[in-house]
Nanobody
Framework: QVRLVESGGGMVQAGGSLSLSCAASGRTVSSYNLAWFRQAPGKEREFVGYIRWDIVRTYYADSVKGRFTISRDNAKNTWYLQMNTVKPEDTAVYYC???????????????WGQGTQVTVSS
């Protein structure tokens, strides 16, 4: 059974940085595409970015492009979201997801973490 566990959430001031991790168990992630999504209160779940299984390609939502970076360590079965120059509008619950399809559509990812809260204060 695949299990994803996020860590690293918390509170940060606007302009600061925060790093999230997502550790997978149950199978190796080296052959799968890994993504981050977020959901703010009262809003739909939003795509943040993804990294392809071979690490060759990453893709980001316009709202985070240039500020957020996704990386992965297949040997550790873990991927990361480095958040720099954060803004109050980045406040949300952040979810990691794993799947076989390289897509920004949440429906393309069958496996999800439980989410970790990120709060950016102004």
């Amino acid at each position: 059974q695949v299990r994803l566990v996020e860590s690293g959430g918390g509170m940060v001031q606007a302009g600061g940085s925060l790093s999230l991790s997502c550790a997978a168990s149950g199978r190796t992630v080296s052959s799968y595409n890994l993504a981050w999504f977020r959901q703010a209160p009262g809003k739909e779940r939003e795509f943040v970015g993804y990294i392809r299984w071979d690490i060759v390609r990453t893709y980001y939502a316009d709202s985070v492009k240039g500020r957020f970076t996704i990386s992965r360590d297949n040997a550790k079965n873990t991927w990361y979201l480095q958040m720099n120059t954060v803004k109050p509008e980045d406040t949300a619950v952040y979810y990691c997801a794993e799947g076989e399809v390289f897509t920004s559509n949440a429906n393309g990812y069958p496996y999800w973490g439980q989410g970790t809260q990120v709060t950016v204060s102004s």
